[in-house]
């Protein structure tokens, strides 16, 4: 019985194939900054609670190797090695991770702590949504640089249904004025160019505080009776968690007429602070608040 031989060239074809690097991405993230990335990677650690919520999305579970102490949804987040705060994470332990990808955001990680990052020779990918759409564009890039382009586009297709069925339901209603309200001393609230303002008008509602060029502005009682809010949605900073508390400081301004209604609602800090696919459902949560009578959304 022959042999069959295959020829030299052929061997070393099949040897570089086995032997051959993974391929790489050269990216420009969304602050502008060159990145050379490993593709796909395989070890990725977030920078940012809304990071860690669109992987999980995207079905990357297994390729998180270290998240924030604030990385807590969805309840396997919290089981993942922690890196650290937001703002101040160790950078040994990140390094000790031997990530492939770092995903950060510019809207709470330090440009410090990218720049030493990058410094060490780590890809670092920083994201920056402002509005819907930014998040909506967020998941497609990291789907992209993440091989999983398939599942962010599926996912992106999606929200942006909602999104579009939800404008058709409310946008022929009369839009209540609202004061969003971060926490109780000092009484702050989300201005324009903020992802709270772009969910307050995508939900149906005119931002009092829209035109403020702050992006995080604080405010007095006397300048909220001002802006004589139809509606008001508190959404408690860590010191501020008892809405009981937020309803009787209201109480002491009965002119108001989101006081004078009883038109004062709680929110989940994390649905609507976070630049997450969470953020879609925030948004049709707020919808209800602003017009309680809109329909359902069809199945």
């Not at 990725?44 to 990357?60: D, F, K, W």
């Not at 102490?69 to 703002?87: L, M, N, Q, S, V």
């Not at 201005?191 to 005119?206: E, F």
């Amino acid at each position: 019985m022959k042999k069959f031989i295959f020829p030299l060239c052929v061997v070393l074809l099949l040897t570089a194939a086995v032997l051959k690097p993974s391929c790489a991405l050269d990216v420009t993230d969304e602050t502008g900054r060159p990145v050379h990335i490993a593709a796909p990677p395989r070890w990725i650690v977030s920078l940012a609670p809304g990071i860690t919520e669109m992987l999980y999305c995207l079905g990357l579970e297994n390729k998180i190797a270290g998240v924030t102490t604030f990385c807590d949804w969805p309840a396997a987040a919290r089981e993942k090695t922690r890196i650290g705060g937001f703002t101040n994470p160790s950078i040994e332990k990140i390094v000790s991770l031997k990530p492939d990808l770092i995903l950060a955001t510019a809207d709470g990680n330090r440009l410090e702590t990218v720049q030493q990052l990058e410094r060490l020779g780590l890809a670092v990918y920083v994201i920056n949504p402002s509005d819907t759409q930014g998040v909506l564009n967020s998941i497609l890039r990291i789907g992209e640089i993440t091989g999983r382009e398939e599942e962010a586009r599926k996912l992106a297709g999606e929200l942006q249904g909602r999104l579009d069925g939800l404008a058709r339901r409310v946008n022929t209603r009369k839009k209540p004025r609202v004061f969003f309200q971060l926490g109780l001393e000092p009484i702050v609230t989300a201005g324009r160019g903020t992802l709270i303002d772009d969910v307050i008008g995508r939900a149906g509602g005119i931002n009092v505080v829209g035109r403020s060029f702050a992006h995080y502005p604080r405010y007095s009682a006397e300048g909220i009776i001002g802006a004589s809010p139809d509606v008001i949605v508190f959404a408690p900073m860590i010191n501020d968690n008892k809405f009981e508390v937020v309803k009787r400081f209201w109480n002491n301004f009965p002119q108001v007429p989101a006081v004078k209604n009883g038109r004062i609602y709680p929110i989940d800090a994390d649905l609507i602070n976070r630049a997450s696919p969470r953020i879609f459902d925030a948004i049709e949560i707020m919808a209800l608040i602003f017009h309680p009578d809109i329909p359902p959304a069809p199945d």
